[in-house]
């Protein structure tokens, strides 16, 4: 499976943001989608996935109430909407993918292919 990231950019806070992650190769929609994010001196953290079928989404807490991953299986596609923009958003978003579902295993799923990363840079 490649994944190919897209629509960061830079923001001014309280803005917003759509990134895209297109699949291609393998089974999209035997995928649970990940996003997550990696700012400068940090370590990579996770901000949402979905499952399979888009029966179920978890978030983290920081982008919770803020940012809704949703999917389009046909067009083998993940979206990370992200609203109410914050400077501390600011990071390389990664999207990936992950052959367990996460409908029942949740957070733990584990990852098997990661896209490049796309920049969201958001200015005070």
């Known amino acids: 499976v490649q994944l190919q990231a897209s629509g960061g950019g830079l923001v001014q806070a309280g803005g917003s943001l759509r990134l895209s992650c297109a699949a291609s190769g393998g089974t999209f929609s035997r995928n649970s989608m990940g996003w997550f994010r990696q700012a400068p001196g940090k370590e990579r953290e996770f901000v949402a996935v979905i499952s399979w079928s888009a029966d179920s989404t978890y978030y983290a807490d920081s982008v919770k109430g803020r940012f809704t991953i949703s999917r389009d299986n046909a067009k083998n596609t993940v979206y990370l909407q992200m609203n109410s923009l914050k400077p501390e958003d600011t990071a390389a978003y990664y999207c990936?993918?992950?052959?367990?579902?996460?409908?029942?295993?949740?957070?733990?799923?584990?990852?098997?292919?990661w896209g490049q990363g796309t920049l969201v840079t958001v200015s005070s």
């Open positions: 990936a993918a992950s052959r367990m579902d996460s409908l029942i295993y949740g957070r733990r799923v584990k990852y098997d292919y």
